[in-house]
């Protein structure tokens, strides 16, 4: 092994151990929980070897940087998550490689997201980004959409052409009443998505949590956890 490769899989066993640890005191099966591995700021390298590593899925939030890295991966067996604030002007390289965006946040988003998977012929998945830290009907600071928009979103990305709903994603927000209450903020989550699964049974997808807070996402039924620091290092400085 490599000195990188073997770096890797140590820190991946530690996050394995962790996941597994969480699920065993919240009486779920290990395999209800999917490991998002976050490559942002990391090389396809790094990409290539997690993969020979078997992880899954991988997760970007800047177009500019997983576009190319996602080119350059694509003899691998991955499922791409784009997990970032995404502007319209993007959509459509993004669609050409992802699998899934997690940050689906506005109507107009959903349009133009419906209008290059029907003209790349694919079928993508899509999260509500939910924004715990916005007004009713108002957007998050680092994206998303405030509890009163999540019905109307989840009916656009369902009736869209080339859109699937597959359900609804948050991230721990700072502001808010649920700064610094992670386990309340994911419980939160679990509650709105008992909602719309009511609505939408298939949609049963909860992504939440991240290095720092894996276990409390766990602990209230996250299906999917986005982890990036734990298992590639201290990200390098972007200059």
Known sequence: ?????TQLAANLAQVEERITSACIASGRKREEVTLIVVTKTYPASDVRILSEL???DVA???DQDAAPKAAECADLPLRWHFVGQLQTNKVRSVVGYADVVQSVDRP???TSLSTAAVRAERELGCLIQVALDAEENGRGERGGVGLGG???????????PGLR???LM??????????????AAFERLMDLS???RRAHPAANMVSAGMSADLEQAVAAGATHVRVGTAVLGVRPRLG
């Open 1 to 5: 092994m490599t000195d990188r490769k």
């Open 54 to 56: 078997g992880v899954r």
């Open 60 to 62: 970007e939030n800047r």
């Open 108 to 110: 107009k988003l959903v």
């Open 150 to 160: 999540i019905e109307e979103l989840a009916g656009l990305v369902a009736d869209a």
């Open 165 to 167: 709903l597959d359900g």
């Open 170 to 183: 948050t991230v721990a927000p700072l502001t808010g009443p649920y700064a610094d209450r992670q386990q």
């Open 194 to 196: 008992t909602d719309l």
